[in-house]
């Protein structure tokens, strides 16, 4: 079974940008589709974006299309989430997953990073 | 954009007893080329992230009890969990896998009674 290992809890204030990263534990990386979902406090699952390691194409949700920016160390079977501009609103465990396709179920996640947003 | 929806939001089930999920989605999420439903479920446990149950609606993933069955097509589907065990207390989310944005369902909690 894929592991998938993310960064740690992070405390960013407003306007700053944070960055997450997710290592894959399976070879090859570029096999894999990265999905990247959010859970704010209480609250359920939101899809942001997916990214193909294998040539960096991403695709955001619109409501993320200026602030995420979503790649990979295929060196390193690491991907990574930036989420730039940040608000208290973005406070939320944000989720690296994998999917063997770019439609495809999301098979393996990550335990999960929770960042929060505040002055 | 695809919306789902779901219900019932909670749902208290005795142990041992049937407890049904009902998802929707906007439009069909069926593609006719291949007569799949780009259709998942998912369990969150407290602390946990999701965990992979159905996919394609209604396949059962590798090491999920045979209890845990999808159903459905086009725009309607349940997930039956035919004998509730007390770790099947979670909240339950179906999630289509058509188009971008892969939206999820708001979720449901299955609690015992």
């Known amino acids: 079974e894929v592991q998938l290992v993310q960064s740690g809890t992070d405390m960013k204030k407003p306007g700053a940008t944070v960055r997450i990263s997710c290592t894959v534990s399976e070879h090859p990386f570029t096999d894999y589709f990265i999905q990247w979902v959010r859970q704010a406090p209480g609250k359920g699952l939101e899809w942001m974006g997916l990214?193909?390691?294998?040539?960096?194409?991403?695709i955001n949700a619109e409501k993320f299309q200026d602030r995420l920016t979503l790649s990979a160390d295929t060196s390193a079977d690491t991907a990574y989430m930036d989420l730039h501009s940040l608000r208290s609103e973005d406070t939320a465990i944000y989720f690296c997953?994998?999917?063997?396709?770019?439609?495809?179920?999301?098979?393996?996640w990550g335990q999960g990073t929770l960042v929060a947003v505040s002055s | 954009d695809i919306v789902m929806t779901q219900s019932p939001d909670f749902l208290t089930v005795s142990p041992g007893e049937r407890a049904t999920i009902n998802c929707r989605s906007s439009q069909s999420v069926l593609y006719t080329s291949n007569n799949k439903n780009y259709l998942a479920w998912y369990q969150q446990k407290p602390g946990q992230p999701p965990k992979l149950l159905i996919y394609?609606?209604?396949t059962r993933e590798s090491g999920v009890p045979d209890r845990f069955t999808g159903s459905g097509s086009g725009t309607d589907f349940t997930l039956t969990i035919s004998s509730l065990q007390a770790e099947d207390v979670a909240v339950y989310y179906c999630q289509h896998y058509y188009s971008t944005p892969f939206t999820f369902g708001p979720g449901t909690k299955v609690e015992i009674k």
């Open positions: 997953a994998t999917s063997a396709d770019l439609d495809s179920h999301f098979v393996s």
């Open positions: 990214l193909n390691p294998e040539d960096g194409i991403s």
């Open positions: 394609w609606a209604s």
